[in-house]
């Protein structure tokens, strides 16, 4: 593993607190075979299914039983995983059986535990038979094996698309949809890929991230996204601070010929948008 970057509060995990402006090594005693990456947080898991988690740690994020920042890898108690995803300031991990855990920040219940009280350590999320989840800014989304989407936290833009703009503190299931194939949370919106392989947005559209040819800032009911139908999943989400956009893969009429498309809601360097999907060069 490599990392490179901001590292004020030690996220690249190399036992310092200097920013590398090249790929510098990660030490750990094992392979890696998952990432993720909050704002000021990263966590892993090894071959092994053990979680390690390093850099900012003052919501609990780290899942270490503490408020300090950690500038080199610190093993987490979360036994099986099997995958990671950071939101803002909360991690969330799947294990091999499906089930979620959680801990860090949760003033809009993104943890799923029915409250807004942060978790210093991984707390189990009430769902079983986690195929796939997603992680937003502070809010969660989660697919089971029976093509369920469960919804919990932030949803202030209509993100969680549960059809208003209440937080859920609980997983939600969704009542829009059945047999889902792929889900994706961005900052404060949402994509979701039906059992038809048609593409799906809700949430917050400034600048036409949902790629519904609008700006709307809340859409809390989902709304197809025009013209694309997908054969690839997940949907990809990109962040950083001068682009928010979303890639994904998709197919034209010719089945031998792939695109890739890219919903660009902001680039705050050139002062551009796109409303509507556009392909990217």
Sequence with gaps: MWAWGCNRNGQLGVGDTTDRFSPVPVPFPTAITKIAAGWYHSAVVDRQGNVWTFGYNDSGQLGIGGRFDQDLPTRVNVPHASDISCGQYFTVVNTSQGHLWAFGENGSGQLGLGDTNPRLVPHAVPL?????????????????????LWAFGSNKSGQLGLGDSRNRLRPTASAFFSNVRGISAGNSYSFVVDGNGYLWSCGDALHGKLGQGSTSRATPFPLQVPSLRLFSFPVKSSRNNNNLCDELITR???PTRWWRVRFLSSNRKSGGHSPSPARAK
């Design 128 to 148: 079983n038979n986690i195929i796939y989840f997603s992680t937003g800014e502070s809010h969660t989304l989660a697919l089971d094996e029976q093509g369920t």
């Design 252 to 254: 034209e009429s010719l």
